[in-house]
Structure formats: structure tokens, C-alpha cells
């Protein structure tokens, strides 16, 4: 829809290479899809199919190509590059990859405890044929990784061959560059921006507090995933300050001081 409205953050059109959208499907069905693509095709970049969900999802070849004809990327979630891993199974991974058109995949560790140096090797391989995402932390509560070794990791991939490195949060974001409460670990995050580029990060930020934290704390192109169906349109207006918890953020300082409390 077109508008005249003053003081909008820019946006780039699609293909985004930064303020990227992922949304998260955990089973969507195709009428489900259809809806979601109809009312946000424009702000959706990337569709990952959760966990294991496209194991046991009815038509997910045909939701694919719906996603793929709106010029949305689609992937499947890391947990299930795991499962294959684990029961080495990789070539049979890359054949369902291969039989469901994608060219993008996620290989993570966020499930299994797996030598660093092996993950940035599946990384390069995998990138000789595909676009790859790669994913940093832990699924695990309580499960602590250093600042340091945060950067190092994301660091690595990206030169190992990942397209961005995504900051685990789960779909509950409440573990990883999250406290169990749900609230941001400020200086991880500060940290990880100070050495690695924040146009190669994609931060999980399933819950709106979340989004509203790192649309504040990195602009309104901030790469933010996990994000609900019906939460799309929200989250742009959220990037957009035409929501009320980033009212202000964009507009001149003269308007802010006559009108805000």
C-alpha cells in the first residue's frame, strides 16, 4: 500500500541482504500458508520449517513452491540436519533438501555437543551447493558459552562459508542470548557487535520485547528470526515506529519534545 507518511525508517525491497525477516513454520498447513503469504509476503524473507515439523506436515512440497513463487527462501530447521547427522545420515539429508527444491539449509549444534572444527567443515561443504545459515548456542537452559567464544564461533562459520550466523534463542527465547526470563543478555549481545558485523547476525526474537529491544538497541534493518505467523505485519510496524513502543524513534527531536511525555 502506498502512503505519504514523513519519517519512515528506509527498507529495502526484496532480496533483503540485511533487515531480514524469518519467520517461523511449525506445521502450517497450505491454507495457513496461503494466508500468511497473502497478507506478508513483502516483509517475509525467509520461511523455515521448524524443528522436525516437515517430517510429518502434509503437502510440503506444494507449501515450498507457494513460499518459493512469493519469493520467500524456505529451509528446514537445524534440529533435523541433527537427527540426520547423528545417524549419518547426511546424504539422505541433502537428497529431502535436494527433492524439496531448497537452496538454503541450516547446520547447527544447538541439540548435540559436535567439535567445532567438524561443524565448520559440514559449513564448507554445504556451501559449495547451497546457501548456508548457521546457528550459534545452546538449546539448552543453563547451558553457559563465553562471550568470547560466542564471537570466535560466529567468526569461524562465517568464514567457513555461512551466508549469516543465527543467535539461538528457541522458539521460547528464553535460552541462549536470552535469560530464562525472556530478557536480552545485554552484554553478550554488546559484545558479540563489537567483533562480529550485526548485517551477519540473525538474533532469534520470538516474543515482541525481544524485537522491540533489538530494533531499538541495532535500527529497524536488524535481522530478527523465529518470528510467529501473526506477528509479521506487527513486527514491521514495529521497524517502522508506527507501534507504540517505537513511536519516537524516528522522528525529529523538535516533534519528540512537544509530544512526548
Not at 541439540?111 to 548456542?137: Q, T, W
Not at 543465527?166 to 528464553?174: D, N
Not at 542470548?177 to 543478555?185: D, F, L, N
Request: include cysteine.
Amino acid at each position: 500500500m502506498k502512503h505519504n507518511l514523513s519519517f519512515l525508517p528506509q527498507r529495502e525491497g526484496k532480496p533483503r541482504e540485511f533487515g531480514l525477516t524469518m519467520v517461523m513454520d511449525k506445521g502450517l498447513s497450505i491454507r495457513q500458508a496461503e494466508d500468511m503469504v497473502e497478507a506478508g509476503a513483502d516483509y517475509i524473507d525467509m520461511v523455515k520449517l521448524g524443528f522436525g515439523t516437515s517430517i510429518f506436515s502434509n503437502q510440503v512440497e506444494e507449501k515450498v513452491k507457494l513460499y518459493h513463487e512469493a519469493g520467500i527462501k524456505v529451509y528446514l530447521g537445524g534440529t533435523l540436519f541433527e537427527a540426520y547427522f547423528v545417524r549419518n545420515q547426511i546424504n539422505d539429508y541433502k537428497k529431502l533438501v535436494d527433492r524439496l527444491k531448497l537452496d538454503t539449509v541450516e547446520v547447527s549444534d544447538g541439540s548435540v555437543v559436535l567439535d567445532h572444527n567438524i561443524k565448520c567443515e559440514l559449513i564448507a561443504e554445504f556451501a559449495k551447493d547451497y546457501r548456508v545459515l548457521s546457528e550459534v548456542g545452546s538449546k539448552e537452559e543453563g547451558i553457559l558459552i563465553s562471550p568470547s567464544r560466542w564471537i570466535k564461533m560466529m567468526q569461524t562459520e562465517l568464514q567457513a562459508g555461512s551466508w549469516k550466523v543465527i543467535a539461538e534463542a528457541r522458539e521460547s527465547g528464553t535460552v541462549g542470548i536470552y535469560r530464562p526470563s525472556g530478557q536480552a543478555h545485554v552484554m553478550l549481545i554488546n559484545k558479540i557487535l563489537s567483533k562480529v558485523d550485526g548485517n551477519s547476525i540473525i538474533w532469534e526474537a520470538p516474543k515482541k520485547a525481544q524485537q522491540v529491544y533489538f530494533i531499538k538497541h541495532c535500527g529497524a534493518n536488524v535481522n530478527l528470526g523465529n518470528i510467529a505467523e501473526n506477528e509479521i505485519i506487527p513486527l514491521e510496524c514495529l521497524r517502522s515506529g508506527l507501534r507504540g513502543d517505537t513511536f519516537f524513534d524516528y522522528l525529529p527531536e523538535e516533534i519528540v519534545t512537544k509530544y512526548k511525555s
